[in-house]
T-cell receptor
Framework: GAGVSQSPSNKVTEKGKDVELRCDPI?????LYWYRQSLGQGLEFLIY????????KSGLPSDRFSAERTGGSVSTLTIQRTQQEDSAVYLC?????????????FGPGTRLTVL | GDSVTQMEGPVTLSEEAFLTINCTYT??????LFWYVQYPGEGLQLLLK?????DKGSNKGFEATYRKETTSFHLEKGSVQVSDSAVYFC??????????????FGQGTRLTINP
């Protein structure tokens, strides 16, 4: 079946602009995660959704970052007033139930470059 | 907080050599442990996992055993191939109050296999 998809694959933006990153999880997966992969910080957790609610937002680096999930499916990560330090690959993952031993399936990522 | 420490790379081996990539973790409870792999130009994918102490995960000739007494989950393969060249990430997940789990990753180890 189809895996996790993300769009766009690449995004170049100017400092101070807002960007939206989209994630389509595997159909039927209730848990959805956003991570960030950067050279300096490695792979970092950003936010977790169970259905449409986000019980864990602990990884969002600042209030410029927000995310929502609608219909228990598609999720959008929004970064307002982008800064150069936001440049990274943003990864989305989904898992069937969000359980401790669940495998998380990752999308190909969106590479964000802030000029 | 929880953390994962991996053997620093890059690691370069000849084809058919024995591979070990060390991974140790710090966690307050009883996490599940994972190895993810990122092949050039591709997304993260699960290589193997273990959900309780003494479990052995295996896939594609790779193995790792969950050792609670040494808090380790070392990755091994008896005879590597050029196609195993990739970046390998050790990760753990631990249950949170809301039942959520997030992955905590090591810094990654870049492996290059020469013919």
């Amino acid at each position: 079946g189809a895996g996790v998809s993300q769009s766009p694959s690449n995004k170049v933006t100017e400092k101070g602009k807002d960007v939206e990153l989209r994630c389509d999880p595997i159909s039927g997966h209730t848990a959805l995660y956003w991570y960030r992969q950067s050279l300096g910080q490695g792979l970092e957790f950003l936010i977790y959704f169970q259905g449409n609610s986000a019980p864990d937002k602990s990884g969002l680096p600042s209030d410029r970052f927000s995310a929502e999930r609608t219909g228990g499916s598609v999720s959008t990560l929004t970064i307002q007033r982008t800064q150069q330090e936001d440049s990274a690959v943003y990864l989305c993952a989904s898992s069937p139930f969000g359980g401790q031993g669940d495998t998380q399936y990752f999308g190909p990522g969106t590479r964000l470059t802030v000029l | 907080g929880d953390s994962v420490t991996q053997m620093e790379g890059p690691v370069t081996l000849s084809e058919e050599a024995f591979l070990t990539i060390n991974c140790t973790y710090t966690a307050t409870g009883y996490p599940s442990l994972f190895w993810y792999v990122q092949y050039p130009g591709e997304g993260l994918q699960l290589l193997l996992k273990a959900t309780k102490a003494d479990d052995k995960g295996s896939n594609k000739g790779f193995e790792a055993t969950y050792r609670k007494e040494t808090t380790s989950f070392h990755l091994e393969k008896g005879s590597v191939q050029v196609s195993d060249s990739a970046v390998y990430f050790c990760a753990l997940s631990e249950r949170w109050i809301q039942g959520a789990q997030k992955l905590v990753f090591g810094q990654g180890t870049r492996l290059t296999i020469n013919p």
